[in-house]
């Protein structure tokens, strides 16, 4: 019994093998050859897809880059009317800019000391939130900063290089 077992041992293993050990297919060098152009999938629908997060970003980063920095005279934080322009243009921008967070940014030119310019660029990021607010964008969206004298748009000494630098920034958060 026990050479009749064995056998059949012998037989499932030698059955198994063969089964389970295929031989692989040799290439010819026409298989090597370029491949058959393979049909591309139509591309989807984009109109019901909701966007991805990077497609969002993407969107944001537009919207911020339209948006369009203002500038203020000497000592003041009151906007000028072509302030209130620019601000009423950027408000457009940013109600339709699916909660588009914004920082806004004061500066000031070099004249006067640090303290005086880095509260006088406060009141001025905060004159232009205040005024974005009063035409529907939500204060949510915004928030503010002073850099008083510290990032200069134009380094130079002038009076044309004072007035550039007296403004308001628009920066995506």
Known sequence: MNKQLNLFIMIT???????GCAKKATETPAETAAPAPV??????????????????????????ADLVRIHFDFDSYVLSADARTTLQQNAAILKAGMGLK???????DER??????LALGERRAQSAVDYLV??????????????????????????AAWSKNRRAEFVAQ
């Open 134 to 159: 009063t035409l529907g964008v939500p204060a949510s969206q915004l928030s503010t900063i002073s850099y008083g004298e510290m990032q200069p748009l134009d380094p130079g000494h002038s009076e």
């Open 39 to 64: 049909a591309q999938p139509a591309a989807p629908v984009q109109e019901s897809m909701p966007m991805t997060e990077t497609e969002v970003k993407d969107t944001s980063s537009a919207a911020v």
């Open 13 to 19: 293993l030698t059955a198994f093998l063969a089964v």
């Open 112 to 117: 006067g000391s640090d303290d005086y310019n």
């Open 102 to 108: 914004v920082r806004v940014e004061g500066h000031c």
